[in-house]
């Protein structure tokens, strides 16, 4: 069965880092491409960082571009976002998912009817705050 679980999300303060985690069940790395999720208080979810099933490639957005860098351990069958120099614009609430069959960030669609076909996590609170 299919499970995704963000975890590390907490307060740290401006210029401050953070490590989120999600572990994946039913699928392997190797199989689908994961990404990560950002939504700000009142805003809409926008897709931050990415990679690949296929090869292990990596997609940013430039609001982390520098910042985030996100991983995979093929052991543990989790991707991580390490987040260093947080800002306030961080706060917010991180989901991870996966559409289920696409292996790369390239193929990985953001239509309305594959998002909500995907596979999400429950999300993790993370504030940015002194």
């Known amino acids: 069965q299919v499970q995704l679980v963000e975890l590390g999300g907490g307060l740290v303060q401006p210029g401050g880092s953070l490590r989120l985690s999600c572990a994946v069940s039913g699928f392997t790395l190797d199989q689908v491409a994961i990404v990560w999720f950002h939504q700000a208080p009142g805003k809409e979810r926008e897709g931050i960082s990415c990679?690949?099933?296929?090869?292990?490639?990596?997609y940013y957005d430039d609001s982390v571009e520098g910042r985030f860098t996100i991983s995979r351990d093929k052991a543990a069958n989790t991707i991580d976002l390490q987040m260093n120099n947080l800002n306030a614009a961080d706060t917010g609430a991180y989901y991870c998912?996966?559409?289920?069959?696409?292996?790369?960030?390239?193929?990985?669609?953001?239509?309305?009817?594959?998002?909500?076909?995907?596979?999400w996590g429950q999300g993790t609170q993370v504030t940015v705050s002194s």
């Open positions: 998912a996966t559409d289920g069959h696409s292996s790369s960030c390239g193929e990985f669609s953001y239509t309305t009817d594959n998002l909500a076909s995907s596979y």
């Open positions: 990679i690949s099933g296929s090869d292990g490639s990596t």
